[in-house]
């Protein structure tokens, strides 16, 4: 079946530093991959998505790549700010149903 | 756009009652709609697809006769939880997937269940 796999946490990290969170996935198809960001108290939001291999998805300076031959959507950011501390989920949508699989989710902590 | 909205954003029940959870697509249709469940500190785990004018699809393990769906209009999807327990607390989170051909879920804010 589909699955997700995703970098453990916690990550703390100062600001302006840099970010990669790794996410590789299973799937039987050609899936759809996302980030999705849940700051504190509230609901999850769509960060990026790519639909296809070598797609590139950017959203608020984070970006991420579908990368087909490593099975993987690693999701990056050059310089953090405080604002970005959040859980991040990589998930992937397969089998034309949208349903979708997530990640454990990465807690990340950006301190000033 | 594309707002969802839950109602309502927590609740405490006694064990046995039933609570009925909201799921509103404000700006859009959603033919389609997902609830989800997550509990502390881990990822979500899907329960069933709802959809409109129909029976609700349920993964593997959920009991669809203690979690009932019904998605009675393009706009609205309900979650009751039927005589809850304390292993029934938990975060539940509905989504709703936008008309057309694509394939962005966009989530409500979650509900918080305490079953006492």
């Known amino acids: 079946g589909d699955s997700v796999t995703q970098m453990e946490g916690p990550v703390t990290l100062s600001e302006e530093a840099f970010l990669t969170i790794n996410c590789t996935y299973t799937a039987t198809g050609y899936p759809s991959l996302f980030w999705y960001v849940q700051y504190p108290g509230e609901g999850l939001q769509l960060l990026l998505k790519a639909t296809k291999a070598d797609d590139k998805g950017s959203n608020k300076g984070f970006e991420a790549t579908y990368r087909k031959e490593t099975t993987s959507f690693h999701l990056e950011k050059g310089s953090v700010q405080v604002s970005d501390s959040a859980v991040y989920f990589c998930a992937l949508s397969d089998r034309g149903d949208y349903k979708l699989s997530f990640g454990a989710g990465t807690t990340v902590t950006v301190r000033a | 756009g594309a707002v969802v909205s839950q109602h309502p954003s927590w609740v405490i029940c006694k064990s046995g009652t039933s609570v009925k959870i909201e799921c509103r697509s404000l700006d859009f249709q959603a033919t389609t709609m997902f609830w989800y469940r997550q509990f502390p500190k881990q990822s979500l785990m899907l329960m069933a697809t709802s959809n409109e004018g129909s029976k609700a699809t349920y993964e593997q393990g959920v009991e669809k006769d203690k979690f009932l769906i019904n998605h009675a209009s393009l706009t609205l999807s309900t979650l009751t939880v039927t005589s809850a327990h304390p292993e029934d607390s938990s975060f539940y989170i509905c989504?709703?997937?936008?008309?057309?051909?694509?394939?962005?879920?966009?989530f409500g804010p979650g509900t918080r269940l305490t079953v006492l």
């Open positions: 989504s709703a997937l936008t008309s057309g051909n694509t394939d962005t879920q966009y």
